[in-house]
């Protein structure tokens, strides 16, 4: 048992591919490997995937029971593997996510190489990356080798391209009191944290060949949560892996179950998937319905002229049509409601065009000032980064000009941005 390998893979709501994943495993060109198959509380039909491996004895199945509202205070794989490396008892660790499959022969030739390097603790190998679409259709791949010895492997190694030995990583808790660093800052790159502690101690050394083939889907967390930022505008429509879609409104998640969504003419168009843990992040208020309103949306009075912006659960006069375009409001997407709807909404300040003192943004507009962009809320300017604002799937070409004596008016609040980590 003495050179076993422990396989820790990480697995949430990927059925289809995990199958695969757990499939190549038993597909190893040598039997000397446990499996510990970290499972992130994911739906049954991935469960029932999981119970059709566990007769083989090398195989351990372990449910983190995690409640979605818990998901986003960690990140969730690193906890998952730091609990699999506590438990397991390889003298090799690697790696492996329910969207990678590895090459037959890829323990084989990692565990030869610290058979001749035997004073090396790292290795890392090729990898070929898949793009593909919701169909697993593959519209670009690529392939990474491994050539040099990284003294900094951070963002440039694969979670799934690597083995080590637990004598290093024993060394890294050690040093840090934990294995992996399961703060959720690191929900995007938690390897790369990982690997920069393993490069403290040691560089990682490349080992020649293609080892696994990596697939991004489109709903990987890499993926979704791109220029996503945190905490999320208020007026935005998100959903998560599921199809139930909800709107983000005073930083509560609220339902809007398909009739209401038809009912108040949401475009399909402005639904941002954005990564389960950050949905789950959000209390859930009340689902949205006809005498729960949504704000931030505009209504008409069914059969009469007025035209009303809802905001903090009043109703304000868009008294005319020049205030209407003036805030890019769009005129394809207005709910005609019945009067006794309306009457039942309680009155908010008339919009206007002009910014005197007092003046009252709509929320969830997009001005520009000076080459820059910036998102109303509660009356301040929120400076956002144009990629933040194109996934969010704001119509920056429509950005409201804001002349400076109007932009000084306001007070700014928190920027929404978006920051890729790097080490
Ligand atoms: N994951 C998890 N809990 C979650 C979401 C994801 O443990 O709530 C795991 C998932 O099984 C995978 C890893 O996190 O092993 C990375 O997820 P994904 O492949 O979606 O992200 P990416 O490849 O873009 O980093
Ligand atoms: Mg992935």
Known sequence: MSDMVTIILTSYNKPKLLEQSLQSVLNQTIPNWELWIMDDNSNKQTQDVIQTFLDDKRITYLNSKVKDEERYKKTRYATLINQALSLSSGKYITYLTDDTTYFSNRLQAMTEYFHENPSRNIVYGGQLL???DGN????Y???????EKLKNASNKVDHCSVMHTRQIAENVYSKYGSYWNDDPIFWHNADAEFWSRLTEIEPFYPIDGIFEIALKTPSSFQVLNRHVPDPLPNGILVRGLTKEVYLIDNQKKRLISEKWFNYFQYPTSKIIQIPDPLLFKYQTGIPINESDLPNQLVIKEDG???Y??????????????QVFEFYSFNQSHVPELPKKMIDSIPPGRVLSTEMTPHHLLPDGRLFSYKQELYLSQKNRLHLIDVNVALKLKFNVRDAIELKEKDFKRFKQGNPFHWEFKTY
């Open 130 to 132: 898949r793009y593909v």
């Open 136 to 139: 697993l259709n593959v519209f």
């Open 141 to 147: 791949e690529s392939k990474i080798a491994a050539k």
């Open 304 to 306: 009469g002229r007025n």
């Open 308 to 321: 009303y912006f809802i905001q903090e659960n009043k109703k304000r006069k868009v008294p005319n049509p």
